[in-house]
Nanobody, 119 residues
């Protein structure tokens, strides 16, 4: 099992910045990629950013150039730096971890942290 705990959400004005953190614990050796998804009211959950064990990253089109995903392996923590936030970034942000097929492919999710962008 893997546990994911997010933090860092809150209320921010348009144009502002926030940094989300996700701390992983448990059988993290089985994880091949971690990332962030978000879900706004009435919308489907969508990929925000993802980073693989090899360090390769990919981003959702709407956040490219504004958000940056990074990790601190020693702290088992993944970060999402969000800059130039827009009202449409308002959502619940979920940390995600993918367990590799060797151990039985599985998706883990955190409890979510709410981000509200409003003046």
């Amino acid at each position: 099992q893997v546990q994911l705990v997010e933090s860092g959400g809150g209320l921010v004005q348009p144009g502002g910045s926030l940094r989300l953190s996700c701390v992983a614990s448990g059988n993290i050796f089985s994880i091949i990629a971690v990332g962030w998804y978000r879900q706004a009211p009435g919308r489907e959950r969508e990929l925000v950013a993802r980073i693989s064990n090899e360090g390769s990253t990919n981003y959702g089109d709407s956040v490219k150039g504004r958000f940056t995903i990074s990790r601190d392996i020693g702290k088992n923590t993944v970060y999402l730096q969000m800059n130039n936030l827009k009202a449409e970034d308002t959502a619940v942000y979920y940390c995600h971890a993918r367990r590799g097929a060797y151990w039985g492919a599985h998706d883990y999710w955190g409890q979510g942290t709410r981000v509200t962008v409003s003046s």
